[in-house]
């Protein structure tokens, strides 16, 4: 079963960035496409895009675009959110998933603070 | 951007409760709608899909139903490991977007 690993949690000056990775158990160049979801502490849920791991395609939401930046390395199995500007309220964890859908990776938590 | 309103925020129910909730559109999304269970501290899980199709693995007890606007999770009999937090989503149009959560408390 496919399994999907984040990396650590990150602390963040504001206006810094972050790189948050996702690796794959398995290979990540077929046909789905890698989520991400991020929520802050005590809120819901809020899609922030996705890529095709296997073309590099992206589509991100409008309130991300300029700042996040998703990429793949094939040879790894890994995908990358990269956020930038950070600000306060971009405290949460972020979630990768395989299509929203089974598996989802175990979460990172991203603290931005001064 | 399109915006999904759940009823109601928070309920409180009692095991053997039938349970239902709903997720309003601001605009038509055929039946391009998620319904998803989170717990406290866990991943996220997704229950329908489809607005009406049962995800492989997800009880029976839990269904989908709607179209376009108006859409319902309904547990049939509440159990001790369904209270936990429910969101929907639609992906019918980007960016795509959650409700804002109904959390399902013990009564």
């Known amino acids: 079963q496919v399994q999907l690993a984040q990396s650590g949690a990150e602390v963040k000056k504001p206006g810094a960035s972050v790189k948050v990775s996702c690796k794959g158990s398995?290979?990540?160049?077929?046909?789905?496409?890698l989520h991400w979801v991020r929520q802050a502490p005590g809120h819901g849920l809020e899609w922030m895009g996705w890529i095709n791991p296997k073309s590099g395609l992206t589509n991100y939401a409008q309130k991300f675009e300029g700042r996040v930046t998703m990429t793949r390395d094939t040879s790894i199995n890994t995908v990358y959110m990269e956020l930038s500007s950070l600000r306060s309220d971009d405290t949460a964890v972020y979630y990768c998933?395989?299509?929203?859908?089974?598996?989802w990776g175990q979460g990172t938590l991203v603290t931005v603070s001064s | 951007d399109i915006q999904m309103t759940q009823s109601p925020s928070a309920m409180s129910a009692s095991v053997g409760d039938r349970v239902t909730i709903t997720c309003r559109a601001s605009?038509?999304?055929?039946?391009?709608l998620a319904w998803f269970q989170q717990k406290p501290g866990k991943v996220p899980k997704r229950l329908i899909y489809a607005a009406s199709s049962l995800q492989s693995g997800v009880p029976s007890r839990f269904s989908g139903s709607g179209s376009g606007t108006e859409f319902t999770l309904t547990i049939s009999s509440l159990q001790p490991e369904d209270f936990a937090t429910y969101y929907c989503l639609q992906h019918y149009i980007y960016p795509w977007t959650f409700g804002q959560g109904t959390k399902v408390e013990i009564k």
């Open positions: 605009q038509g999304i055929t039946n391009y």
């Open positions: 998933s395989r299509d929203l859908g089974a598996p």
């Open positions: 398995e290979n990540t160049s077929t046909g789905y496409y």
